[in-house]
């Protein structure tokens, strides 16, 4: 498959990616955009070039789901990290590695860029590969300007950036063994790994920073646990594609005569706070709801019983 390079930059791509982390059913370019509030046709590149470098898929319906482990790697709330996590995607993308390679002969980042095109036979101008790589090049620490137009490979302290990857993969592989006690194998081997079990170990490392970001946890604990609550409709064979969010998906459940009075209300405290979060201006009283960090914190541990005990239903346990 040829290469496609759009013009973007490195913290566009980021910031697409980060919106489609917040969607669990695929997030369409209008989303995309108002996230990075941009264009549609700069949201387009951005997206593109996430799926270039292997951050972000397009699904059957034209939306676009992350990548794990890659994409949630990436959308951290530290500086450093996501800067280290890109490089180490983007060492490994060919028209990158080359492009760097031939920077380190010519020292000019337009003529690597032509060079680069010819090789690879890219249909991208010249200026937009060269303004795309530049950009993930020097966002990254992997080249350095030189001044006057001029570019060379960053040699100095040239793999730390691995050493800082190896600390986001275990604080990551440290959330997702405490779910795993939290929970118990047997629920994490039933749920489904991409929309419920990433998405919640996300939600779990971003608790950590509710004092920064109160919203995250939220929305990525919000997002498996709709997901989660798929997969208990589909095992009563109860339908829920017309029912969008986890407090009408609850509804249907119970309508059916499936779970409980009491698990139908815990999944209302876990919908209504979602929404609080995700639904912008609130009718009833004229503005957004400020999340706190206790609450934002307090919501993954809820959505941890909650799944818990609903996988415990499911199994002719009532433990809450």
């Not at 709330?77 to 996501?82: D, I, L, R, S, Y």
């Not at 991208?124 to 992997?142: F, H, K, M, V």
């Not at 300007?145 to 275990?170: K, L, S």
């Not at 109160?214 to 029912?243: D, M």
Request: aromatic share 8%; proline share 3%; with cysteine.
């Amino acid at each position: 498959m040829p290469y496609q390079i759009s013009q973007t930059t490195a913290e566009e791509i980021i910031s697409a990616t980060d919106a489609v982390l917040q969607k669990n059913i695929g997030a369409g370019i209008n989303l995309i955009a108002g996230f990075l509030t941009t264009s549609v046709p700069n949201a387009q590149n951005a997206i593109n070039m996430a799926v270039e470098i292997g951050l972000v898929r397009q699904n059957q319906n034209q939306e676009y789901e992350p990548l794990f482990p890659y994409a949630s790697y990436l959308c951290t709330g530290n500086a450093q990290q996501k800067a280290a996590v890109l490089r180490f995607i983007l060492e490994e993308y060919k028209p990158y590695k080359l492009f760097k390679s031939r920077l380190k002969i010519t020292s000019s980042a337009p003529d690597s860029a032509t060079q680069i095109k010819a090789l690879l036979n890219l249909s991208a101008d010249r200026t937009e590969i060269c303004n795309t790589l530049i950009s993930l090049g020097t966002y990254t620490n992997s080249i350095r300007t030189q001044g006057a137009g001029r570019y060379t490979p960053n040699t100095t302290n040239e793999y730390n950036f691995i050493r800082i990857v190896n600390e986001v993969v275990q604080n990551r592989q440290s959330a997702e063994l405490l779910i795993r006690e939290r929970l118990g194998e047997d629920i994490c081997n039933w749920i489904d790994l991409d929309n419920v079990l990433n998405p919640l170990i996300t939600s779990f490392q971003r608790a950590a920073n509710a004092d920064i970001d109160s919203r995250a946890p939220i929305v990525h604990c919000g997002n498996a646990f709709e997901s989660f609550l798929v997969q208990v409709a589909s095992y009563y064979n109860v339908n829920v594609t017309g029912a969008p969010g986890i407090n009408a998906k609850i509804d249907q459940i119970c309508q059916a005569h499936f779970l409980t009075t009491k698990h139908k209300n815990i999944c209302k405290y876990l919908g209504h706070i979602r929404n609080a979060v995700d639904h912008g201006i609130d009718q009833e009283i004229n503005q957004t709801w400020n999340i706190s960090s206790n609450t934002s914190q307090e919501y993954v541990h809820v959505c941890l019983t909650t799944i818990r005990s609903i996988y415990d239903c499911l199994q002719g346990n009532y433990i809450i």
